[in-house]
C-alpha cells in the first residue's frame, strides 16, 4: 500500500496498560479490519514495548474461540 494514499487512524492507550490487555487491543482491531473487509489492504504498527510473545499469546487465546478452530 502507497502511504502517500493510506488512511489512518491512530489509538492512543495509557501507559500503563499491561501487555496482555494490549496485545488484545491489537488483536480486537485487526477482527474489526477483518470483519470491514479491509485486513488485506491494511496494516497495524504496535509501539516499540509491544512484545512478540505477547501478541502471539492474545491470538491464541483468541483464534481458541474461533468456530473452525480445531483447539
Known amino acids: 500500500m502507497d502511504d502517500v494514499e493510506a488512511r489512518e487512524f491512530r489509538v492512543r492507550l495509557p501507559v500503563d496498560v499491561p501487555p496482555g490487555r494490549y496485545a488484545a487491543i491489537v488483536h480486537a482491531v485487526a ?10 489492504g491494511s496494516s497495524i504498527v504496535v509501539d ?7 501478541l502471539n499469546d492474545a491470538f491464541d487465546q483468541f483464534s481458541a474461540l474461533y468456530p473452525w478452530s480445531d483447539c
Open 31 to 40: 477482527g474489526v479490519l477483518d470483519a470491514a473487509g479491509m485486513v488485506a
Open 48 to 54: 516499540e514495548k509491544a512484545r512478540d510473545a505477547d
